[in-house]
C-alpha cells in the first residue's frame, strides 16, 4: 500500500471539503489501497463522526452514515418497517464485514469486475479512462446486463442499495458548501462512454445520512441467487415491494441486482404490475418487460432467463407474505435460501 | 485533527488497547492492525490468510464486534479494545471454545483456526449459535481449507449447549 496523509476528522465540517478518500469500514478502500487501484493522496478517517444513530424521521427512518451493516439490519425499525432491506443487508456481506461496513461505505462500494482490480491487465475504462474494456472480450460471466455501454459492463455490487432503491432512499450529502439531498436511484450514474464516473457525489462531499420515507403498504422481499450459498456477491436479485388488495395489484416496486451496472429499478415490470390481478401470468408478463432492454454477453447470457424466474420468485413471495400476514409488515416468505 | 502525517516521515506512534493493556506502537501511516499485531506485538496468533477480507483468517474483536483486520487500518484503532486469540483466556488456561475445538477435533492444518475461534466465541456471546444453520451462517467468512467444518459447528454447539438442534448431516 502507498503510503498517505491521515488526518483524523472529529467534526462533519471538518470532514466535507477534505480532498482524497474517506475512510469508514475500510473493506472497500483498504482493499483497493492493496491492489494498487486507489491511491488516494490522503485519507481522512471519518469514523469519529457522530453519524451512527438510526431513528424515527418524519414517518420513515434515518439512518446515520456511518451506521454499520450489521447495526441496521439488527435495528427493530428496520426489521418491523423495511424487511427487504434487513435481508439484503444479512445475505450481503459476512458477519465481519457487516461489523465494519457502514451504509455510506457501501452505496460507494466499487464493481469486483476482475479487469478493474487487477492492474496487471491495462485495459480498463474505469480504472483508466480511454484504455479500453478488457470484460467485454474477455471474461464477464458475472458482469452486467442491464444499462451496459460498450465501454463498460461492471456490474455494481451491492445488495443493500438495491433494497434501499426499492424503498426510495435518499442520501444527504455534505460538501464544503453546505448540504443537499440526492435520491439513491439518481446518485449512481450509467457508465456510457465515462465509467470512471460511477457517482453524484462532488469533490470532498461526504454522505451524512440515508433517508427512508415511510414504507409503502404491503409486503417486501429481497431474493438473492448466487453461486453458493452464502457469502457471495449476486448472480441475481429483486427486491420486490407488493401492495396487493381483493387479488389486485395496487402498488408494485421492483428493483433488480446482480444483473446492473447500477441498481436498476425497473419502471416497465412496476407500470406491467400496477391495475392488474396478482397471478403468475402478470408477474410472468412483468418480468420479461424487465428484461426487454437486456444486453448480454456470451458467458452472462443466462442472467436474463435467470433472473426472469428470481423476478417471478421474488412476486410470488411478497404476494404469499402479504397473504400469510393480511396486510402489514411482509414476513419475507422467500429469501433464497438463508438471508 | 490529531494525526497528519505522510512517509517517509519518521513512523507515527500510536497507542492501542490489545488484550486490556495499552501498548505503544511506531508504525508507518499505511499498517494494517494484522501486521501491527504480528510484527510490532509480536502476537502472531492472528494469521495471514489472504490479506484482501476473503478468508477470515485473520478475525479479531474490536470494542467486542468481529473484525477483519487486515482491513483494518492500524491508525484508525486508536481508542478502541482489541483483542486477540491471545487474550481470550488467562495465561497458561484455554477459553471453553478452545477445549471444544480439540475435544471436537476442529481443525486440521490450524491456520484459519484462530480466527474461527474467535468467530465462535462471538457467535455464542451474541446468540447467534441456537443452531447449526444459524452457526453456518454466522461462521460463512471464516474458511476452512482443510474443511473442518462439521466439527466446528460441533464444538460451537458444544459451548452454546445446543447440540443436536438442526445439525443434520454435517454440511
Known sequence: ?339 | MSHSATLPDPDLALTLSVNGKQEEVHVPVQATLLDVLRERLHLTGTKKGCDHGQCGACTVHVDGQTHLSCLTLALSCEGRAVTTIEGLAPEGGLHPMQAAFIEHDAFQCGYCTPGQIMSAVACVEQAQAGNADAIREFMSGNLCRCAAYPQIVAAIQDVAGTSGQGAGAGQ
Open chain 1, 1 to 339: 500500500m502507498r503510503p498517505f496523509t491521515y488526518v483524523r476528522a472529529q467534526e462533519v465540517g471538518e470532514a466535507a471539503g477534505q480532498p482524497g478518500r474517506f475512510l469508514a469500514g475500510g473493506t472497500t478502500l483498504i482493499d483497493l489501497m492493496k491492489l494498487d487501484v486507489e491511491r488516494p493522496a490522503q485519507v481522512t478517517d471519518i469514523t469519529a463522526l457522530p453519524l451512527v444513530d438510526i431513528a424515527e424521521h418524519g414517518g420513515g427512518v434515518r439512518i446515520g452514515a456511518l451506521a454499520s451493516m450489521a447495526q441496521v439490519a439488527d435495528h427493530p425499525l428496520i426489521a418491523a418497517r423495511y424487511p427487504a432491506l434487513r435481508n439484503a443487508l444479512l445475505a450481503g456481506a459476512s458477519q465481519q464485514i457487516r461489523n465494519m461496513a457502514s451504509m455510506g461505505g457501501n452505496v460507494m462500494q466499487r464493481t469486483r469486475c476482475p479487469y478493474f482490480r487487477d492492474t496487471s491487465f491495462t485495459a480498463c475504462n474505469k480504472r483508466e479512462p480511454g484504455s479500453g474494456c478488457g470484460a467485454i472480450a474477455g471474461h464477464h460471466r458475472k458482469q452486467a446486463v442491464l444499462g451496459t455501454s460498450d465501454a463498460c459492463v461492471a456490474l455494481h455490487p451491492s445488495d443493500a442499495s438495491v433494497a434501499l432503491v426499492a424503498y426510495g432512499a435518499i442520501l444527504t450529502l455534505r460538501g464544503p458548501d453546505g448540504e443537499r439531498e440526492v435520491s439513491l436511484e439518481d446518485f449512481n450514474l450509467l457508465p456510457g462512454q465515462t465509467p470512471h464516473l460511477e457517482h453524484d457525489l462532488r469533490e470532498g462531499e461526504l454522505i451524512t445520512a440515508i433517508t427512508l420515507p415511510a414504507p409503502p403498504a404491503g409486503s417486501g422481499v429481497y431474493l438473492k441467487v448466487r453461486d453458493r450459498e452464502s457469502y457471495e456477491f449476486a448472480l441475481s436479485s429483486c427486491a420486490a415491494l407488493l401492495d396487493v388488495q381483493d387479488g389486485v395489484i395496487r402498488a408494485a416496486r421492483v428493483v433488480l441486482g446482480g444483473v446492473g451496472t447500477k441498481p436498476w429499478r425497473s419502471p416497465e415490470a412496476e407500470a406491467a404490475l400496477t391495475g392488474q390481478p396478482a397471478t403468475r401470468e402478470t408477474f410472468e408478463n412483468a418480468a420479461r418487460r424487465a428484461l426487454a432492454g437486456a444486453t448480454p454477453l456470451e458467458q452472462n447470457a443466462f442472467k436474463v432467463p435467470l433472473t426472469a424466474r428470481v423476478i417471478v420468485r421474488a412476486l410470488l413471495a411478497a404476494q404469499a407474505g402479504e397473504a400469510a400476514d393480511g396486510h402489514g409488515d411482509g414476513q419475507t416468505a422467500d429469501q433464497g435460501g438463508r438471508a
